[in-house]
């Protein structure tokens, strides 16, 4: 593990809470009140806005501070992809997804409500995504089109909706290394992508930077994905015989069962580091990013 040097840190660990509360404001104000009708429609939406690290928001702040773009620029595309995060959440933990009955420590939308609101529950997310993009007041309108048509497409069926069916198919297979790869890339990898990009198009960033913008993005989404499945593949072996983890239940492929556990986190560790060298290579000011890498890369669950 090759963590960032003292000398490169700054005090961006300072500035998160005012970030994810100017995240908080940003989607309160976008979100119809708890008791507006259908009431319950709107209190389950809200529930399932609650919680949570809001680790892509803040790479958006992350990659619009490497690049000196105001806050202010970067709310909308914040609270945008969170909001997909959010709903992609809602849908995956439905019965004919993952089937998962908690989610953040407490019960899952369609638990705490129904199925049904569930459903319309990630409908309503996805929608508020691109209504926050297209009101901002920040963004002229090329770059509202631009953010809006990058979200879109992380999304999709090509992004993350194409990864999740991958996913699902992929049960009781055993994938290559560059199927598996190109999975993440996908279910996971292109909504972490995707928020270097929308700082990119807030900054109306050049084709280098930008290009040095995906790099890190694609590295930080592969070693999010590896990590986790180290993490993982860690909590199942301390209680098998108990409760197993989904992946493994549903026999799914992961990093450590195709490359081994060691090998697999030196993969991960690999990836953190060649994330800091794109950031490092930004013309700005690249503490931001080489924080949330180390960040990612310490986290225990």
Not at 278 to 288: F, Q, Y
């Amino acid at each position: 593990m090759s963590l960032t040097s003292p000398a490169e840190i700054s005090a961006f660990a300072d500035r998160v809470p005012a970030y994810l509360q100017r995240l908080e404001r940003t989607t309160d104000a976008l979100l119809a009140p708890a008791a507006t009708d259908p009431e319950r429609l709107h209190h389950a939406i809200r529930y399932a806005c609650e919680g949570g690290k809001h680790l892509r928001a803040l790479m958006v702040y992350a990659a619009g501070e490497a690049l000196g773009v105001a806050a202010e620029k970067l709310d909308a595309a914040a609270c945008a992809v969170e909001l997909i995060h959010a709903y992609s959440l809602v849908h995956d933990d439905l019965p004919a997804m993952d089937n998962d009955d908690l989610r953040r420590g407490r019960p899952t939308v369609h638990k705490a409500y129904d199925e049904a609101i569930g459903i319309l529950v990630g409908d309503a997310l996805q929608t508020s995504a691109f209504e926050v993009l297209a009101n901002t007041m920040e963004l002229d309108a090329e770059q509202k089109v631009r953010m809006i048509r990058a979200l879109a497409h992380a999304s999709g069926s090509l992004g993350m909706v194409g990864g999740q069916a991958v996913d699902m198919a992929s049960e009781n297979k055993t994938l290559t290394l560059a199927q598996l790869e190109s999975l993440h890339a996908r279910k996971t990898g292109a909504l972490i992508l995707v928020t270097c990009q929308l700082a990119g198009i807030a900054a109306n960033a050049s084709e280098v930077t930008t290009h040095a913008l995906e790099r890190y993005g694609k590295r930080i989404g592969l070693a999010f994905q590896i990590q986790d499945d180290v993490l993982d593949q860690i909590a199942d072996t301390a209680t098998l015989g108990k409760t197993a983890g989904k992946d493994l239940a549903a026999h799914k492929s992961t990093f450590p069962s195709l490359l081994g556990l060691e090998q697999a986190r030196q993969r991960a560790d690999a990836l953190f580091d060649e994330a800091r060298a794109a950031a490092r290579g930004l013309s700005g000011h690249a503490e931001p990013l080489l924080w949330l890498a180390d960040y990612i890369q310490q986290r225990k669950h």
